[in-house]
């Protein structure tokens, strides 16, 4: 079975500091990208960083750029992110997500990618 | 950034009807748009990729068509389990962004 685990979700001040971990099991981890999609209680999901699947390729949504970082451990099929100096308003469920390509009936030409596997969620609260 | 932009915000439909969510993106993404349905306490899960391609495994009663910056879901003889949220999001380039959601509720 395809699947995303995440931990390392919790309480903390703001100013504090978490790591995510995000394990992936039934699937090739190191031939896809992968990402990070947070969600706030009652709102839209919101993208929050891309990594490639060699993880020389990354990028970052402006509102977290500079305070979060996102690794991977291909040889442990584990995906991190490394919250720092959070804010009120990171507050959210955090998804690790696997980003897949679609093509053509050739193979060769892209449709699209989207994430067609998801983790279970982890909840970050930043609260004093 | 790309903005998506979702209609309506909530929907009421009985069992049976057929209904329509649409999704304007505020330029083009060509045909860069999946669509997601999310039930509460759960992850999100893609029905649609590519505008208008149906993922493995989710019925054919959900069709998806556009291209550029105009795009529709439409779902045929609703079903008791299809009452949830509704995603588009974008995929053309980063940072990826979604659609505020589309509610669809049981009348």
């Known amino acids: 079975e395809v699947q995303l685990v995440e931990s390392g979700g919790g309480l903390v001040q703001p100013g504090g500091s978490l790591r995510l971990s995000c394990e992936g099991s039934?699937?090739?981890?190191?031939?896809?990208?992968m990402h990070w999609v947070r969600q706030a209680p009652g709102k839209g999901p919101v993208w929050v960083s891309r990594?490639?699947?060699?993880?020389?390729?990354?990028t970052y949504a402006d509102s977290v750029k500079g305070r979060f970082t996102v690794s991977r451990d291909n040889a442990k099929n584990t995906l991190y992110l490394q919250m720092d100096s959070l804010r009120a308003e990171d507050t959210a469920v955090y998804y690790c997500v696997r980003d897949k390509y679609f093509y053509d009936s050739s193979g060769f030409r892209l449709l699209s990618d989207a994430f067609d596997v998801w983790g279970q969620g982890t909840l970050v609260t930043v609260s004093s | 950034d790309i903005q998506m932009t979702q209609s309506p915000s909530s929907l009421s439909a009985s069992v049976g009807d057929r209904v329509t969510i649409t999704c304007r993106a505020s330029?083009?993404?060509?045909?860069?748009l999946n669509w997601y349905q999310q039930k509460p306490g759960k992850a999100p899960k893609v029905l649609i990729y590519a505008a208008s391609n149906l993922q493995s495994g989710v019925p054919s009663r959900f069709s998806g068509s556009g291209s550029g910056t105009d795009f529709t879901l439409t779902i045929s003889n609703l079903q008791p389990e299809d009452f949830a949220t509704y995603f588009c999001q974008q995929s053309h380039s980063t940072p990826y962004t979604f659609g505020q959601g589309t509610k669809l509720e049981i009348k």
């Open positions: 990594i490639s699947s060699d993880g020389r390729s990354i």
């Open positions: 039934g699937f090739i981890f190191n031939n896809f990208w």
């Open positions: 330029q083009t993404v060509n045909s860069y």
